[in-house]
């Protein structure tokens, strides 16, 4: 019979789902999701706190918007193009060779929409709202790859309303703020190892299935929560030709309330079921856990050096310290799943030109550094991040005096991303072959 205190020792090393919870995309450190511009997307998102002509400021700096005239309306799409392959290897309790492949391309193609207005009022007053995605996740391995107690399908949406207003306080300076309105939906699975656990306690070891690898089952954890945070912003403008624009971007709490599913082999409910003691353990039932995103300090400088040439640059800070671990609680006994990062604070750094070619095109590129904010120590396969480079380019097609269309693109390569996982059921190590590309398009229409 198996002993509750050893089993329930075992089945939150057996779980782990909780680092899921804080994985993230390769579209920028951590699971920050910077498209919300494909104007600025094609200056690798330098300048974005300075800039004008751009609604969405609404979002980077909506000291900004004073800046607009009339009524701007704009609609922004992304598409991510990801792609992740794992190139290393693994063992399981004994020792043995995880069994499966290496899981297949975990990326894939995810659009990123964002939509935005700002309206400009005859006495110095501006107000604008958005809907953008700033944080998100999209990841998905073959079911039984070597990795499959690590990650199986990652999807983390979160989604803002954002409802800003910016004043004139001179006619070089200006000052904005924002309310945040945000929805974060997580859908999160791996395989759970029940083999090893049966065969971790020696009243069960002797079961033809209590092995490592040799009785899988898995769990999803799905939650979602409503959370509130604020923006707040300035623009200085000292001369003509250059701009200082300023944002803060508050962290946004949410309590994730959902449901924990289970699927377990039948021989091994059999086993559990054995006992009252043990039947109600890995059992469908409610979920909870707490996640923070990151506070961002955005800084741009725009200079316009001629009439037709211009340079941008940018600085953010992102407080991914926050993130210290996540905690999945379930309403069943089993126990918690808790799973510590211990994330640090990083940079990214960008700059960017636009020429205007003629009356109707404007060119722009950038590069850009992104730094991770995560260790080796605590990096999944969910996300295998690094430190990377952006690479950009765009244009904006000036059809007529109201409406632009804005294009861009941008590679994303990470420098060298690498696992190092030793769990007490398995082990993981190898390096990563990845990258992405973003293809973005939008619209712009003044009235």
């Known amino acids: 019979m198996l002993s509750h205190t050893r089993l329930l020792t075992l089945s939150a090393l057996a779980l782990g789902v909780a680092g899921a919870l804080a994985s993230g995309n390769a579209a920028a450190a951590g699971f920050q999701l910077k498209e919300n511009s494909v104007k600025s997307q094609g200056t690798s998102f330098a300048g974005t706190a300075a800039k004008t002509g751009d609604s969405s400021v609404v979002v980077n700096n909506p000291a900004v918007m004073t800046q607009f005239e009339g009524t701007t309306m704009q609609a922004d799409v992304t598409v991510i193009d990801l792609n992740y392959e794992y190139q290393g290897s693994g063992t399981d309790a004994l020792g043995q060779p995880l069994s499966g492949g290496n899981g297949g391309n975990a990326g894939g193609v995810t659009p990123v929409p964002a939509l935005s207005v700002v309206h400009k009022l005859d006495n110095g007053l501006a107000v604008g709202a958005m809907i953008s995605a700033p944080f998100g996740l999209a990841t998905d391995y073959d079911q039984g790859w070597m990795g499959r107690y690590s990650a199986l399908e990652s999807d983390v949406q979160v989604v803002d309303l954002t409802l800003s207003g910016a004043l004139d306080i001179t006619d070089r300076f200006s000052v904005g703020a924002g309310l945040i309105f945000s929805q974060a939906d997580v859908t999160l699975s791996r395989g759970v190892d029940f083999g090893t656990l049966l065969f971790s306690n020696p009243a069960t070891r002797a079961l033809p299935f209590a092995r490592p690898q040799a009785a899988d089952g898995t769990a999803e954890i799905q939650g979602d929560d409503v959370g509130f945070g604020y923006i707040v912003g300035m623009h200085l403008r000292p001369t003509d030709t250059v701009a200082i624009g300023v944002s803060?971007?508050?962290?946004?709490?949410?309590?994730?309330?959902?449901?924990?599913?289970?699927?377990?082999?039948?021989?091994?409910?059999?086993?559990?079921?054995?006992?009252?003691?043990?039947?109600?353990?890995?059992?469908?039932?409610?979920?909870?856990?707490?996640?923070?995103?990151?506070?961002?300090?955005?800084?741009?400088?725009?200079?316009?050096?001629?009439?037709?040439?211009?340079?941008?640059?940018?600085?953010?800070?992102?407080?991914?310290?926050?993130?210290?671990?996540?905690?999945?609680?379930?309403?069943?006994?089993?126990?918690?799943?808790?799973?510590?990062?211990?994330?640090?604070?990083?940079?990214?750094?960008?700059?960017?030109?636009?020429?205007?070619?003629?009356?109707?095109?404007?060119?722009?590129?950038?590069?850009?550094?992104?730094?991770?904010?995560?260790?080796?120590?605590?990096?999944?396969?969910?996300?295998?991040?690094?430190?990377?480079?952006?690479?950009?380019?765009?244009?904006?097609?000036?059809?007529?005096?109201?409406?632009?269309?804005?294009?861009?693109?941008?590679?994303?390569?990470?420098?060298?991303?690498?696992?190092?996982?030793?769990?007490?059921?398995?082990?993981?190590?190898?390096?990563?072959?990845?990258?992405?590309?973003?293809?973005?398009?939008?619209?712009?229409?003044?009235?």
């Open 248 to 447: 803060y971007r508050s962290e946004i709490d949410y309590e994730l309330t959902g449901t924990a599913d289970w699927t377990v082999p039948d021989n091994v409910r059999t086993v559990f079921n054995a006992s009252p003691m043990t039947a109600q353990l890995f059992a469908d039932g409610g979920a909870f856990a707490e996640l923070t995103t990151p506070s961002i300090l955005n800084v741009g400088v725009t200079w316009q050096a001629t009439d037709r040439f211009a340079l941008m640059g940018t600085y953010a800070r992102t407080g991914w310290s926050s993130l210290r671990e996540v905690r999945i609680q379930f309403d069943n006994p089993d126990p918690d799943s808790v799973e510590p990062f211990e994330w640090k604070d990083v940079s990214y750094y960008a700059l960017g030109a636009e020429y205007m070619l003629n009356d109707g095109w404007t060119l722009r590129g950038g590069v850009a550094y992104d730094e991770t904010p995560t260790s080796i120590e605590h990096r999944t396969p969910r996300l295998p991040d690094a430190n990377r480079m952006f690479y950009s380019v765009g244009a904006t097609w000036r059809v007529t005096d109201a409406f632009d269309m804005n294009f861009a693109y941008t590679r994303i390569e990470p420098k060298n991303p690498r696992i190092d996982i030793n769990e007490p059921g398995y082990s993981l190590s190898g390096p990563f072959d990845g990258d992405a590309n973003l293809f973005g398009i939008s619209a712009q229409y003044r009235f």
